[in-house]
């Protein structure tokens, strides 16, 4: 069973930094990108960032500058550190990652932004 976990979120306040992991397993194929998204209260899911297995990263506009996306010594590991956050990064934040099979995300883990 191919799985996602992610850890790493809190409550912070803002300007303040969290650092997200995602461990991948269960699967002999390589992650050739695995990325971040997130889910607000009351919005549809939402593309945050990615990585390919060659390092290229891209990211949305509304983290540019602020969020770091890498990937790990190992290849099934994704970090996002997120810099400068403000209450409107205050979501559900979700790993996937891509394989040549199929495309696996995460359970989640929560960023929570506010004074």
């Known amino acids: 069973q191919v799985q996602l976990v992610e850890s790493g979120g809190g409550s912070v306040e803002p300007g303040d930094s969290l650092g997200l992991s995602c461990v991948g397993s269960?699967?002999?194929?390589?992650?050739?990108?695995m990325a971040w998204y997130r889910q607000a209260a009351g919005k549809q899911r939402e593309w945050v960032a990615s990585v390919t297995a060659a390092n290229y990263t891209d990211y949305a506009d509304s983290v540019q500058d602020r969020f770091t996306i890498s990937r790990g010594n190992a290849k099934n590991t994704a970090y996002l550190q997120m810099n400068n956050l403000q209450p409107e990064d205050t979501a559900e934040y979700y790993c996937?990652?891509?394989?040549?099979?199929?495309?696996?995300w995460g359970q989640g883990t929560r960023v929570t932004v506010s004074s």
């Open positions: 996937n990652g891509r394989t040549v099979e199929g495309n696996y």
């Open positions: 269960g699967t002999i194929f390589t992650f050739h990108t």
